[in-house]
């Protein structure tokens, strides 16, 4: 699959700064596996808790417990401690609204905020253990809240804004969340999001919503619900100015994080609050070597992972000063990030491949137009950063002069896991290569049977042991947490990646193992895909995979069987590709569907979506022998060269969504 000789090749490596000597990074790692519980509790004295652990860690396959009987406060960390220090004043979060609007909050302010915020939680009786969702749009409200429900114990789950009416209710009813907070809209490519008017559909299928708490962003009239919705500024007319902060159990949940898998339904990542915490901050520091000064963008939506732990947790319990922006990358032009960069003096940027590669596409000179000689350090996240992107940022954001941190990681994983990491002067890069593990992580490749690979050969990637940012489990589902992560290799968290490693033990990600997608760095499961797709009238059957894209990494294609009564038409593609957006939301949006006769499948009536994948990247289909219906393949072939010819252009907008 991979040639590693060629990856092995030196001949792009950056210059020296970047060949420091791996001795600091070894010796820790080792340390770190020799005396797990030892080097993990170093990592958490340098957080504050209202009481120290009793054990490091209680690993009873698959649940481990991290830091049991300690107690601490996220809130505390990410804000109340800064604000008793000279970073009172320092800058927590600057603002960018899409439309020009900027606020900046300090470290007192945001600790202000957080207290205000939980009184005003609490005052609507929410306390610990309650479920509270998040559908915002980018703004500081949002950091601010995630924040104040940790101060009292509740558990949040942020539902990103891209979403439609009928996921948020999935996400909302699952978790039975007694609250969602909203706002009156957001921004997005200047046009204004109707984030309320989708929250009143979504609470119609929510039983379980009490409240809802509105905060005012766009100052558009909405329908309003009286008695169920309130404005955030009324409430915050009467909020205390101090809320005592709940002294959290370390192995309490601090929030749930849907995702995508294999099957249709998304998933509910549970992560704890002291393990996550010291994952979080830990990572961080070694990762992006944070120095006071750092001014860091990360440039993901809070309602993804990278959003929880490198834009809240891992920045704000170090007391860094980040960015935030609210709207798309290319409005108003396409150089409005590099706009942003220059305006803050960004020092630390850290984005997705899928966005450097429209960049890429729209030329350099937007760039040109930009002094972006504040920029130290790159780094990416989300899918594999192929090579020539890799040299791409690395020459014209970079300058040469950052080194770039490709790091891998997972909504499950918590935080970062395989990475560069200056941190600890981790260093001697390799484009398109994640490097090696950080301390603590035991990662490794292998076969179908488990058994650890030899160097350059393609497996699976596991991690062999627990660490602190391991998710605590499904929600309400822990049959689904056994077997999707730890039946396949006993006793062995399973990735779902493929991974090689080299001479030189560096990790090449290559990709999903399973049946999951990354398009755009967004994980979707086809079995999500499908079921959105069949719960459209006229469909009979759907088949949904993929295809390499230039942006995207991967797009979406579908091939589908429709019922009796109709037949193919550009009308029903652009309708089925509507339907799809309103059940999942744009990121779902297809770039083909394939209309055929009947799908591949196996005799025991498995779709074979392998074949399917094969035909719509215009490759080979391999082998076949289980096929049951050959023609099937000679329809899909026809239906991808008639549409190749006749491209319809529908579905091809990149929505950073
Ligand atoms: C999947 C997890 C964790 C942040 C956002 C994604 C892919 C992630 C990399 C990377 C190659 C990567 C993997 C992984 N992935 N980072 N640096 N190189 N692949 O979180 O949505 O849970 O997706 O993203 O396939 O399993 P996620």
Not at 41 to 63: C, G, H, M, N, T
Not at 103 to 125: E, H, I, M, P
Not at 603 to 615: C, Y
Request: aromatic letters at 10%.
């Amino acid at each position: 699959m991979t040639n590693a000789k060629e990856k092995d090749s030196s001949s792009c490596l950056p210059p020296n700064i970047y060949l420091r000597s791996l001795k600091h990074y070894t010796k820790m790692y080792r340390r770190s596996l020799e005396e797990p519980e030892a080097f993990w509790a170093e990592q958490a004295q340098k957080l504050d808790w209202f009481k120290i652990w009793d054990r490091v860690l209680e690993w009873q396959p698959p649940y481990a417990k991290w830091f049991v009987g300690g107690k601490l406060n996220v809130s505390t960390q990410c804000a109340d401690r800064h604000a008793k220090t000279w970073r009172k004043s320092k800058v927590a979060i600057y603002w960018e609204g899409e439309n020009g609007e900027t606020s900046v909050l300090s470290y007192s302010t945001l600790s202000r905020d957080v207290n205000r915020f939980a009184s005003v939680l609490k005052k609507l009786g929410i306390g610990k253990g309650d479920k509270v969702a998040f559908y915002l749009p980018m703004i500081p409200e949002l950091p601010v809240f995630m924040l104040a429900c940790g101060r009292i114990g509740a558990v949040h789950t942020v539902i990103f804004s891209g979403f439609s009416p009928q996921a948020i209710a999935d996400r909302v009813n699952d978790i039975q969340a007694k609250l969602i907070v909203t706002a009156d809209g957001g921004y997005r490519r200047g046009k204004i999001v109707k984030l309320k008017e989708i929250t009143n559909e979504a609470v119609k299928l929510c039983p379980c919503v009490k409240k809802v708490i509105v905060i005012k962003r766009t100052g558009e009239v909405i329908p309003w619900i009286d008695g169920r919705d309130i404005w955030l500024s009324s409430l915050l007319d009467d909020a205390e100015s101090f809320v005592e902060p709940e002294p959290m159990e370390a192995t309490h949940p601090l929030y749930i994080l849907y995702t995508s898998g294999t099957t249709g339904k998304p998933k509910g990542v549970i992560h704890s609050t002291g393990g996550y915490l010291v994952h979080s901050h830990s990572t961080y520091q070694w990762v992006f070597n944070i120095r006071e000064e750092s001014v860091f963008w990360c440039t993901a939506d809070v309602g993804w992972v990278t959003g929880h732990s490198s834009i809240v947790y891992g920045p704000l319990s170090h007391g860094a000063s980040i960015v935030i922006y609210e709207g798309a990358a290319d409005y108003p032009t396409i150089d409005r990030w590099w706009d942003i960069v220059e305006k803050y003096g960004v020092t630390i940027l850290y984005t997705s491949p899928t966005a450097l590669r429209m960049f890429m596409r729209s030329g350099e000179e937007w760039l040109a137009k930009h002094n972006l000689s504040s920029l130290e350090l790159l780094g990416s996240v989300g899918e594999p950063i192929n090579p020539e992107t890799w040299q791409w940022y690395y020459k014209n954001i970079g300058r040469k002069m950052c080194p770039i941190v490709d790091t891998w990681w997972q909504t499950e994983t918590g935080g970062i896991m395989i990475s560069p990491a200056p941190g600890i002067e981790q260093l001697p890069l390799k484009p398109g290569s994640a490097t090696l593990p950080l301390p603590g992580i035991d990662a490794a490749v292998v076969d179908v049977n488990g058994k650890e690979l030899p160097p350059c050969q393609t497996g699976y990637l596991v991690i062999k042991r627990p660490w602190p940012g391991m998710l605590l489990g499904i929600y309400g589902n822990p049959k689904r947490y056994q077997e999707a992560y730890w039946s396949r290799f006993p006793g062995v968290y399973y990735t779902g990646d493929f991974a090689m490693r080299d001479n030189d033990g560096y990790f090449w990600l290559l990709g999903r193992a399973d049946e999951v997608l990354k398009v755009a760095g967004h994980r979707l499961g086809t079995a999500e895909i499908e079921g959105a797709v069949i719960s459209h009238d006229a469909v009979a059957e759907v088949a949904a995979t993929s295809q390499p894209d230039a942006i995207k990494g991967q797009a979406i294609v579908l091939f589908v069987t429709l019922k009796k009564e109709n037949s193919p038409s550009e009308a029903l593609r652009k309708d089925i590709i509507r339907h799809m957006r309103q059940t999942i939301g744009p990121v779902a949006t297809p770039n083909e569907i394939y209309f055929v006769q009947s799908l591949p499948k196996t005799r025991s009536g498995k779709i074979m979506r392998r074949v399917l994948k094969a035909v719509a990247s215009g490759q080979s289909t391999g082998d076949i022998t289980t096929l049951d219906n050959e023609t099937s393949i000679a329809e899909a072939k026809y239906a991808y060269q008639s549409l190749k010819k006749t491209k319809s252009g529908l579905g091809r907008e990149l929505d950073q969504h």
